[in-house]
């Protein structure tokens, strides 16, 4: 069967949340803040593959998202980064978004373009 054009929905990882604590010890007067930042979502990233000549592959399977960032914890400790969801596509895939502009084109094997960025972590004490 060959695919030529699917729609499909991808969904970039949120940011973790940041951590809001503070640091008790016995002989130290108010301890002072030791939250940590949230951890960065993953990208969807696109990339081109001579292994891939059809777009069947999307036809069954057309949710993808990226993993979420970590949240932040105590002790200064900053939530995990996201991995990132790698999209292999076929040479010369032309990408359509129906919001934003598209990203360039695949053309070479082996070339990757971030197609959707995600979203940044949260802040501890924004």
């Known amino acids: 069967m060959f695919i030529d054009e699917v729609k499909i929905y991808v969904k970039a990882g949120d940011g973790g949340d940041g951590c809001l604590a503070f640091r008790r010890e016995?002989?130290?007067?108010?301890?002072?803040?030791?939250?940590?930042?949230?951890?960065?979502?993953?990208?969807?990233?696109?990339?081109?593959?001579?292994?891939?000549?059809?777009?069947?592959?999307?036809?069954?399977?057309?949710?993808?998202?990226?993993?979420?960032?970590?949240?932040?914890?105590?002790?200064?400790?900053?939530?995990?980064?996201?991995?990132?969801?790698?999209?292999?596509?076929?040479?010369?895939?032309?990408v359509y978004d129906a919001d934003t502009l598209p990203p360039p084109p695949t053309r070479r094997p082996g070339s990757a373009s971030r197609a959707f960025r995600a979203r940044n972590a949260g802040s501890a004490w924004s």
Do not use: C, M, W
């Open 26 to 94: 016995k002989y130290v007067p108010r301890g002072g803040p030791s939250g940590g930042d949230g951890g960065k979502g993953g990208d969807i990233i696109l990339e081109a593959s001579q292994r891939h000549n059809t777009l069947v592959h999307f036809r069954f399977n057309p949710e993808h998202k990226a993993e979420r960032g970590r949240h932040g914890e105590g002790s200064n400790r900053t939530g995990r980064d996201g991995e990132n969801k790698v999209l292999k596509v076929p040479v010369g895939t032309l």
